[in-house]
Structure formats: C-alpha cells, structure tokens
C-alpha cells in the first residue's frame, strides 16, 4: 500500500464540489472588481524565492536538482512569480495593472489541522499605483471574497511594517540583521529578539519603543499614540477609504510582522477565531520585489487567502450544501432496449441536460438504488412494452411518482420540471 505523503490531501467529488463552488464564486468576485486571472507554472528557479523571501520561507522550500542540472523550487507563494511575470512580459500594460490567481503551494511545514505542505492559495496583486485607496482596494477584494462564501466571524487586523523596519533601519543595520530582527518579531520570539538586541547593540530605549509599538492595537484612536509621521497620515486616510468602501470588521495591529520579508508599508492579516492555532486565512500589504528582478521601482500591493482554512472556517459555521446531481439517469430493461437507451441518452445530453446511465447492466432495483446514491432527480426506465409504443417510464426520484410518456417529448418533460 502507498501512502500519501505526509502535508497533502485527496479531495473526493463531494469534497471538490465545494471547494469547485467556493472557487467560481470568489472568481466572480475578482472579475466583478476588474481584477484579471492569471496563472504560473508550479515550479521555478530556486533564486526565485530565496533572494527575498526571508529565512522562513527559505527553509520550508521543496528544493531538487533538475535533469539539466538546475537548482528548482515548488513554489511557495505566487507573489515573485507574478512580479517576474510583470517583469518579463506586462511591464508596458496601461496601470494599474489588477491581477488575480488560485493554485497549489508547497511548503516544508509540521503538518497539522489546517496547515498542509500542499496548500492552495488565492491571491491577488495591484501592480503601479501608490495611493491608500490602492491597498485599501486589495483589502477590500480580501473581504469581499471571504464574506462571498458566507464566512461571517473574521477579523482583519491592519498595520504597518515600514514603521519597526524603519526603527531598525535608523539603527544602521544591515538589511540581513533587520530581516532577522524582523523574523524574531514575527515569531513572537521576544527571547531571541532580546538576544539579538543585546548582540547588536540596539539601545534599551529603542527595543523598548518597539515592544511597544509592536503592542499597539485596536480602533484608529490608537494613532493617537504615534508620534506625527507619514505612516501615521497614511493609516489614516487608508483606514478612511476601507470605511468608505464597506469594509467591515477592521482593526489596527500595528505589531503585524508578517513572515515574508519583501512587505515595506501596509500589511494586514485575516484570522478565523473558530480555526485556534491555524487561524490566519488571509495575509498580505504592499511589498518591494520589482527592483531585484531587474524591473524598474514600481508600487506593488496584494495579498492571499488560505483557499483551505477559509474552507474549514466557512464549514465549521455551516455545512456547505451544493445542488449536486444530475437530471436524469436512464435504464435499459433488456438487451433489446440498450441500443434505443444509449441514443436516449446522446439526445438528452444534446439538449443541455446532465445525463448518465447504465453501464453495468444490472437489475432495476439494483439501478435506482445506484440512482439515488448519485442524486438522479429523474430515472428513465425503457423497458420492452413500452418501447414498442415508442415510450418509456420516467420516474421522480423525490416523490417516487411514474408515469408513461413518449419518447420525444422526455427531454421537454426533464426540462419543464427543472424549471418548476
Ligand atoms: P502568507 O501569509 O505566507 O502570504 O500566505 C497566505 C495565506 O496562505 C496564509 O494566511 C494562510 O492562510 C495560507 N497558508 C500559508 N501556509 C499554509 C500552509 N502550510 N497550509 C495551509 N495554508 C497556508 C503569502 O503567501 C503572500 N504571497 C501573500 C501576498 C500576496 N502578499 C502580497 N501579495
């Protein structure tokens, strides 16, 4: 027996129904808001996620020599992808450029109830433009998409890296001792974090002033806390622009770290309270990748939805109930009717029905209990008398009720009370 590698999943059909529903729904919501899908391959150069993901990500990565010798990766976040896209082929589009994807990542992980080592994300990306109504609009998809599949209990927790980065960066740090630092913070690790404090030097006053910045949450008066700055202003008019746009359940977290390094500004995280330990189902800000792909400065925000917690969260509320089944399934009684059966079933597919039958010629008893196990509304059963009357019998699989009809007006009966 093989067993699946430890971090992914199967997805049965019922399984892959809801997730198919939850897919095509938040798609809707992306285009609706002009936002146009894209997709990347699974696998890249491995420089593509070590030059500025963090150590985080680093260590996670499913790396493997190719054929040809080269060092690749499967991916574990789209965002490089897409800004080497941008870089290679769109930097000439009209601006801005507003682009969404879904597909499986991979990340070296302890798995547990919620985090896998195959996960999916859906995400998103605003590439060129640098106004608050910029990241508030990325936001804004954000929880637009979450409330599409009926998730209600959801916070989003807003902040701003650039103000610790920029406390770090005052102290003269080199770039890799703040990503670093960063990554400490991120972890909650406030013993490593001392540690590293002490070992560069940093002035008590400044960790202290951090630690407390890094404490600073709840409703935009905690501004007031902040000392006159342009992320203070900018927070400002960004929080006013989520209100304006209907954006709900918002509060300001200005400790948000997030566990990617390439963030500069905005950043903000979604959790599911009902998840515990896996509760973040989003995440996101706007980022700095574009310059060490070889592409010029350009302001680039978005962010990605967990597609496999928001699942479990939207579940854990209510049970997802989709309209699965066919219209109809047909049955041939007897060798002599399979034949007049089988175009039955062509014209009836033909017409824009969903249609299955019979394949393994077993009793009647035997075919509506298969029937019902597949959610069959209706089963055609052509059995011999009637066929001779150029009829068949078709039966409602809810009340049970039969009845004779001719064979050329089923398609319009199945139809009709589709319709009803
Ligand atoms: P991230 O926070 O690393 O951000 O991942 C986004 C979301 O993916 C997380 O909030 C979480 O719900 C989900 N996730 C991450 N790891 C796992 C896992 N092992 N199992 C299940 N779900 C997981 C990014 O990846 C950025 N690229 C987001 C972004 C886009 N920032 C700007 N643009």
């Known amino acids: 027996m093989f067993q699946r590698p430890r971090g992914t999943r199967d997805f049965g059909p019922d399984e892959m129904a809801r997730r198919q529903w939850a897919l095509d729904v938040m798609r809707k919501v992306a285009i609706s808001r002009g936002f146009g899908e894209i997709q990347m391959p699974i696998f890249e150069d491995i420089e593509l996620f070590t030059k500025k993901s963090g150590p ?61 080592r195959e996960f999916y994300q859906f995400g998103a990306e605003i590439i060129g433009s640098n106004t608050p109504e910029t990241d508030a609009e990325a936001v804004a998809l954000a929880s637009s998409m979450i409330e599409s599949i009926g998730l209600d209990n959801y916070v989003i927790r807003l902040g701003y890296i650039g103000i610790l980065r920029n406390m770090l960066r005052d102290l003269k740090l080199t770039e890799e001792k703040i990503s670093e630092g960063m990554h400490y913070l991120d972890k909650n690790d406030e013993a490593k974090f001392t540690l590293f404090a002490k070992d560069n030097r940093l002035p ?10 890094r404490n600073m949450k709840g409703g935009i008066e905690i501004l007031d806390g902040l ?51 896996e509760k973040q189902v989003a995440g996101g800000g706007s980022y700095d990748l574009v310059p060490l792909f070889g592409g010029e400065q350009v302001f680039t925000t978005g962010f990605a939805i967990g597609f496999d917690r928001i699942l479990i969260a939207r579940e854990k509320e209510s049970t997802i109930t989709i309209d699965a089944g066919i219209d109809a399934y047909v049955v041939p009684m ?34 509506l209990k298969y ?18 009357k150029g009829a068949a019998t078709l039966r409602d699989m809810a009340t049970g009720e039969q009845k004779e009809i001719s064979m050329a007006s089923i398609a319009e009966a199945i139809s009709r009370k589709k319709q009803n």
């Open 204 to 213: 008590d006053d400044k960790v202290r002033g951090m630690m407390s910045i």
């Open 334 to 367: 007897s060798d002599g009717t399979r034949k007049t059966a089988i175009e039955l079933v062509a014209a009836l597919r033909k017409s824009g029905l969903s249609v299955d039958f019979d394949i393994m010629r077993r009793s009647l008893s035997k075919n």
């Open 227 to 277: 000392e006159e700055c342009s992320a203070k202003a900018y927070l400002q008019e960004f929080m006013g622009c989520l209100s304006l746009l209907g954006v709900k359940n918002c509060q300001l977290d200005l400790g948000i770290v997030r566990g990617l390094d390439y963030y500069t500004g905005m950043v903000f995280e979604i959790d599911a309270p009902a998840l515990g330990a």
């Open 56 to 116: 985080g990500i680093v260590e996670e990565l499913y790396a493997f020599k190719d054929k040809g010798d080269r060092d690749i990766a499967l991916r574990p976040e789209m965002t490089a992808q897409v800004m080497r896209f941008y870089v290679n082929e769109m930097t000439s589009l009209p601006k801005p450029i507003k682009m969404f994807y879904f597909g499986p990542c991979f990340r070296y992980e302890n798995p547990q109830s919620g985090r896998y």
């Open 371 to 388: 029937a019902a196990s597949i959610g069959a509304r209706n089963v055609v059963i052509i059995g011999d008398k009637e066929l001779a």
